[in-house]
């Protein structure tokens, strides 16, 4: 059902077909002032065509934001995502998912801005990206109206939507005339590419397919050794230089991209309910991924580690499912911040055609202790014979139960 008056709205454009068709069928659709918003996330595409888009549009230039919001994305959503080891069903980094909050917290600061009624998105409704974007918005601001086109209009074809464009006179690519090969989405920790060439799981992802890193196979045959520091969970420095959080994860792509790491064929499940199919490239958040658990590995108490661990895939889910915002991810993150007070150290990795390979760690606030446990002799660290007890209480339950004839485990 259509949204109904509805005066000023806040576009996610990002200067391509669909969402400049979408800019001009809000024009016409609603008769609304339509207000842009390009976000800088790291995508690697020049953003000034869309700013020239925008006015060619009619886009007024006090109504056109286009904002650089990489420091602010990797510093308060993906180190924060990253502290808690993220991965979604085992294997993804969530690069997509971890994007979608920050654009529309920007939209709905915007909208309060400008004193728009309603905001727009370019998802479709097929995807997990209109149910981040909705549920974003509506934890930020409650009353506002929200426009998903791809649920409203006919335009349900790349033909169609080329004719809208040619009719109102939209300028076209000359590479969007055809169909496109693959969708992409891409930021500063990651690409995925989804759809047509990739939608039968079981044909291999042509080479064109992986645009940021190099095939493993054609990497370097030699290796290449860093050192990653790190100060309460975060990455700082690497070799010795201190860096910003998105002049870090710049750094790491680039040494990702030339050695091949962080390749991902996956068929991962939707929230909306289907199965889907993507390639995945993040070469950087796969070198600090691994870093971070290295770190964690001499400095966090077991006790902790375990349960930190066995909460994360939660804290997964509720990012995939665009619940950034939800009471339970911040009380999950409060958790997972308050485990890195003392995940202070050094890491250093050798990459090496597709893999990142630890070869040590070192804390000021490590846990390991060689004294206790050295094969050598302890100087009286621990007392062997301890352990003769400890067994036998963690014996006990299953003596008892073997004892009334229940051997082995059985119930």
């Avoid at 400008?114 to 918005?137: C, L, M, P, W």
């Avoid at 939507?161 to 992409?184: C, M, T, W």
């Avoid at 964690?296 to 665009?322: C, F, V, W």
Wanted: charged share 25%; hydrophobic share 40%; with cysteine.
């Amino acid at each position: 059902m259509r949204v109904k008056d509805v005066k000023k709205v806040v576009l996610a454009y990002s200067g391509g077909l669909d969402t400049s068709v979408i800019l001009k069928w809000l024009q016409t659709a609603y008769g609304a002032e339509v207000v842009t918003f390009t976000a800088d996330l790291g995508q690697g595409e020049e953003l000034g065509p869309a700013r020239d888009k925008a006015r060619l549009l009619g886009i007024k230039e006090e109504n056109i934001f286009m904002d650089d919001l990489r420091e602010e994305f990797t510093r308060d959503f993906v180190f924060p995502m990253f502290r808690m080891n993220a991965l979604y069903e085992g294997c993804y980094l969530l690069g997509t998912s971890i994007a979608r909050p920050l654009i529309a917290k920007r939209q709905i600061e915007i909208a309060e801005q400008v004193g728009a009624d309603a905001v727009s998105h370019g998802a479709t409704g097929k995807g997990n990206d209109q149910v981040r974007f909705e549920i974003a918005y509506y934890a930020l601001k409650p009353e506002v109206k929200v426009i998903a086109p791809w649920r409203e209009w006919d335009l349900t074809s790349r033909t169609r939507l080329i004719a809208f464009a040619e009719e109102h006179q939209i300028p076209i690519a000359k590479d969007k005339r055809g169909e496109s090969p693959f969708s992409v989405d891409a930021n500063l920790l990651h690409s995925s590419s989804e759809g047509k060439v990739l939608e039968e799981p079981w044909d291999e992802p042509p080479e064109i397919v992986w645009q940021r890193t190099v095939s493993p196979v054609d990497a370097p045959d030699k290796v290449t050794e860093i050192v990653i520091e790190f100060e309460r969970g975060d990455a700082v420095g690497i070799n010795g230089e201190r860096l910003s959080p998105a002049a870090l994860l710049t750094r790491l792509n680039a040494l990702g991209k030339e050695n091949g790491i962080g390749r991902l064929d996956l068929v991962e499940n939707r929230f909306v309910g289907m199965k889907s199919r993507g390639a995945y490239e993040t070469p950087g958040g796969t070198i600090l991924y691994v870093a971070h658990r290295a770190i964690e590995s001499i400095t966090l108490d077991r006790e902790a580690a375990h349960l930190k661990d066995s909460l994360m895939p939660r804290y997964a889910e509720l990012i995939y499912n665009g619940f950034w915002f939800s009471p339970e991810r911040r009380m999950l993150q409060a958790m997972a911040d308050a485990s890195q007070a003392s995940v202070t150290g050094e890491v250093r990795l050798k990459l090496y055609k597709g893999n990142t390979i630890v070869t040590g760690r070192r804390s000021p606030n490590s846990l390991y202790s060689m004294k206790h446990v050295t094969f050598e002799e302890d100087q009286g660290a621990y007392d062997q014979f301890d352990a003769q007890g400890f067994i036998k209480l963690n014996a006990l339950r299953l003596r008892l139960g073997a004892m009334a004839g229940r051997k082995g485990g059985a119930l």
